[in-house]
Each structure stands twice: as C-alpha cells, then as structure tokens.
C-alpha cells in the first residue's frame, strides 16, 4: 500500500507518531551539516549550549505542564545525563566537526547504538538479547558498506566524534 494512502487510514495518533519520527529523522540527517556551517561563524561551545538553551526553553516548561517534578529536572541524575549525554556528545561533535567533514561525523555517530550495547553488556553487564545482537550486527555491516566506499581518516575530529560517541 502506498505511504500516502497508508497514513490517511492511520488513526490520528498514529499519524502523528510518523510525522513525529519524520521529523526526528530530518533533524538528525541535517543536523552536521547544519552544525558545520554554524561554525563558521560561532564556536563549538557556543553552539552546543546555544542549541540546548533553546531546548530547555520549549521542553522544560512542556515537562512541567505534563507532570514532571522541578526537582527531577535539575537533580543530580539531571545534572549526570546532561553532561555526558548532552554537553560532551554535542560539545566533542561540535569539535570534530571543526575538522571533520559532515558526511564522516554522520558516519561515526552510526555506531552509537554499536557502542551502546557494547558498554551495557561490558559495564552495566547486561545481558543481549538476540534481536539486540542482530539489530548491532546489521548496524555494523551498514557501517562497514558505507566505509567501504572510502575509508575515513581519523584525525583529531573523527576521534573527537568517537569519543562522544562512547
């Protein structure tokens, strides 16, 4: 069936569950070469915290109205999650990025979800399931017929990228 006729006979929600990942999809596929030229103009701290001042000023109060508790929003798992799941994955891609092209920061930021099953397994000692373990295993085989066109260099901004990675 069609995707058009597809998504008219969805229901509403799950309409919007599409856009939604639509959307998620575009940002994320724009979002290193629109770093890249922001860059040009700004630093990479500067950018990182501008991009994520402007996220807390739309979710944090979009948080509150839903339910969430002031203090579970600035505690200190809050306070973990933000620095390395945010400050250091941002602030390390907007660095590589000041070296690296766009096409490879995209490349390497492909194997977050190879990277995280490898630390939930080797530090949290969680146990793969096998879907999980496919779901790796097809990620990196897309890597690598990627890579295979052309292997990237690792200079000091690819590596930069790859430890935000991790």
Partial sequence: MPQCIM???LGRSRRMALVALWLAVVIWATTFVVSQGALTHVGPGFLTAARFAVA????VPWALLRGARWRDLVGRSAQV???TGVA???GLQNIGLLTADAGTAALLQAALPVA????AAWWLR??????ELGGTLLT???ILLVVGMGVPAL?????????GVV
């Fill in 7 to 9: 998504v008219s006979v």
């Fill in 56 to 59: 807390a000023v739309i979710l």
């Fill in 81 to 83: 999650c933000g620095l």
């Fill in 88 to 90: 250091l994955y941002y």
């Fill in 116 to 119: 995280t099953v490898v630390l």
């Fill in 126 to 131: 969680e146990h793969i399931t096998r879907r």
């Fill in 140 to 142: 990196v085989l897309g």
């Fill in 155 to 163: 200079g000091i901004g690819e590596l930069a990228i790859l430890a």
